[in-house]
């Protein structure tokens, strides 16, 4: 299932995002496919952005995650 950010923009190469950059997946690349990724802006500390990283992270950490967004 394609989340919000997913719908805006097709995706991007990891090659082309900066460490900034969300790196959630956002396509089903198959072998030898190109793999494509968020791109969003990075929460501070984590790998993804706001909605990844509400995704990414449960339990324990989710609440950790939603005190640091706040």
């Given at each position: 299932?394609?989340?919000?950010l997913t719908r805006l923009h097709e995706g991007f190469?990891?090659?082309?995002?900066?460490r900034h950059q969300c790196k959630w997946p956002v396509n089903r690349?198959?072998?030898?496919?190109?793999h494509l990724f968020c791109g969003e802006v990075v929460q501070s500390g984590h790998p993804y952005c706001e909605e990844h990283c509400r995704k990414a992270y449960?339990?324990?950490?989710?609440?950790?995650?939603d005190r640091s967004l706040k």
């Open positions: 299932m394609l989340d919000r190469p990891l090659a082309d995002l900066s690349a198959q072998a030898g496919e190109l449960t339990g324990k950490a989710e609440r950790f995650i």
